[in-house]
Nanobody, 115 residues
Framework: QVQLVESGGGLVQPGGSLRLSCTAS????????MSWYRQAPGKERELVAS????????NYADSVKGRFTISRDNAKNTVYLQMNSLKPEDTAVYYC????????WGQGTQVTVSS
């Protein structure tokens, strides 16, 4: 089992930027495909971005393409989500997800985009 700890959320104005981080407890982090999901109030959890175990492949939701970038540093057991040009509709709790012989979730970090 792996524990995931997210950080980097907060309050930002429209057009601003934030970088989320998710650090995993396991040294076998490089085996895990990683994703970021988000859930806004009253809505279902949705996939935002994903990255393969080696970092060689990434995918994004249409709503964030060109604005968000997912990356990983396997030496630091960490995956990142760089979020630029933030919009009010990006407001949500953002969750880190790891997949390898199972699926694991972090506790979530709140992102609020508001003026």
């Amino acid at each position: 089992q792996v524990q995931l700890v997210e950080s980097g959320g907060g309050l930002v104005q429209p057009g601003g930027s934030l970088r989320l981080s998710c650090t995993a407890s396991r040294s076998t982090f490089s085996n895990y495909a990683m994703s970021w999901y988000r859930q806004a109030p009253g809505k279902e959890r949705e996939l935002v971005a994903s990255i393969s175990s080696t970092g060689g492949s990434t995918n994004y939701a249409d709503s964030v393409k060109g604005r968000f970038t997912i990356s990983r540093d396997n030496a630091k057991n960490t995956v990142y989500l760089q979020m630029n040009s933030l919009k009010p509709e990006d407001t949500a709790v953002y969750y880190c997800n790891a997949r390898f012989l199972g699926m694991y979730w972090g506790q979530g970090t709140q992102v609020t985009v508001s003026s």
